[in-house]
Nanobody, 115 residues
Framework: QVQLVESGGGLVQPGGSLRLSCAAS????????MGWYRQAPGKQRELVAS???????NYADSGKGRFAISRDNAKNTLYLQMDSLQPEDTAVYYC?????????WGQGTQVTVSS
């Protein structure tokens, strides 16, 4: 059974940084393209960054130049480095395959950007 466990969220001031991690189990992690998604209150979940099996990356306009997605296949872990955070980045952040599987969603990790 696939399990994705996100961590690393928290409260940060505008302009601050966070590094999110996603520990994967129950799957051959290196075989999947993966993504980081976020859902803000009252909004639909959106893809913010993605990485292919070969580690090519792509970003939504909201994260370009500020977010960096990476993966460590040996550790079955996905990362999202987020810099220059702004209040509009406040959301619950999730990892999943890209495209996502409905039954893979985890609990997510809350990111709150506020002074």
């Amino acid at each position: 059974q696939v399990q994705l466990v996100e961590s690393g969220g928290g409260l940060v001031q505008p302009g601050g940084s966070l590094r999110l991690s996603c520990a994967a189990s129950g799957m051959i992690f290196g075989l999947y393209a993966m993504g980081w998604y976020r859902q803000a209150p009252g909004k639909q979940r959106e893809l913010v960054a993605s990485i292919t099996r070969g580690s090519s990356t792509n970003y939504a306009d909201s994260g370009k130049g500020r977010f960096a997605i990476s993966r460590d296949n040996a550790k079955n872990t996905l990362y999202l480095q987020m810099d220059s955070l702004q209040p509009e980045d406040t959301a619950v952040y999730y990892c999943n395959a890209n495209p996502p599987y409905d039954y893979w969603w985890g609990q997510g990790t809350q990111v709150t950007v506020s002074s």
